[in-house]
């Protein structure tokens, strides 16, 4: 199976602050990851799909890179309510994999 | 509008069974893959199981493979997850998720699934 390591696993900002978010497969995926975000209580809700690919209705300021075995998820100034838990997912195979998660919490 | 509205979860005892059954809805259910994805509590998300448009292909995380079994009706519009021998591990929301293709990706809101004696 396919591990995916996250980091870090938490981090503490300010609103208007860049994040930054990764994602490291043990092995070559393509572009077959997308970038969730998960709020206390609430199913979560994909942000980037095929690692860079806005989905509808998410804010320009998150995006996402990478291909291959590395991708990263950024923020480009959070704000209030980005304060939340974050996971990417390969799908390149099964069983599909989610990274750890990010905890995104004020500073 | 696409829905996907998990039932069937609840408290068990070690050892016992549960069948959860999600009802689809808003877009053509027939052609989509569709997982079972969990979260225990305080943790991270977990992939449960994976079974394909027309249930040719059907996988299992390791932790539930023996013990669970995804299925699919597809004039019902339902996928279905029968949990057997269930275990204190086995605590957790157990969400429906359409499998992950280009822009499409819907999540149903969860059920919540309780393994104690």
């Known amino acids: 199976d396919i591990q995916m390591t996250q980091s870090p696993s938490s981090l503490s900002a300010s609103v208007g602050d860049r994040v930054t978010i990764t994602c490291r497969a043990s092995?070559?995926?393509?572009?077959?990851l997308g970038w969730y975000q998960q709020k206390p209580g609430k199913a979560p809700k994909r942000l980037i799909y095929a690692a860079s690919s806005l989905q509808s209705g998410v804010p320009s300021r998150f995006s996402g890179s990478g291909s291959g075995t590395e991708f990263t998820l950024t923020i480009s100034s959070l704000q209030p309510e980005d304060f939340a838990t974050y996971y990417c997912l390969q799908h390149n195979s099964y069983g599909l994999t989610f990274g750890g998660g990010t905890k995104v919490e004020i500073k | 509008e696409v829905q996907l509205v998990e039932s069937g979860g609840g408290l068990v005892k070690p050892g016992g069974s549960l069948r959860l059954s999600c009802a689809a809805s808003?877009?053509?259910?027939?052609?989509?893959?569709m997982n079972w994805v969990r979260q225990a509590p305080g943790k991270g998300l977990e992939w449960v199981s994976s079974?394909?448009?027309?249930?040719?292909?059907?996988y299992y995380a390791d932790s539930v493979k023996g013990r669970f079994t995804i299925s699919r009706d597809n004039a019902k519009n339902s996928l279905y997850l029968q949990m057997n021998s269930l275990r204190a591990e086995d605590t957790a929301v157990y969400y429906c998720?359409?499998?992950?293709?280009?822009?499409?990706?819907?999540w149903g809101q969860g059920t919540l699934v309780t393994v104690s004696s």
């Open positions: 079974i394909s448009s027309s249930s040719s292909y059907i």
């Open positions: 998720a359409s499998h992950p293709v280009a822009a499409f990706d819907y």
């Open positions: 808003g877009f053509t259910f027939s052609s989509y893959s």
């Open positions: 092995q070559g995926i393509r572009n077959d």
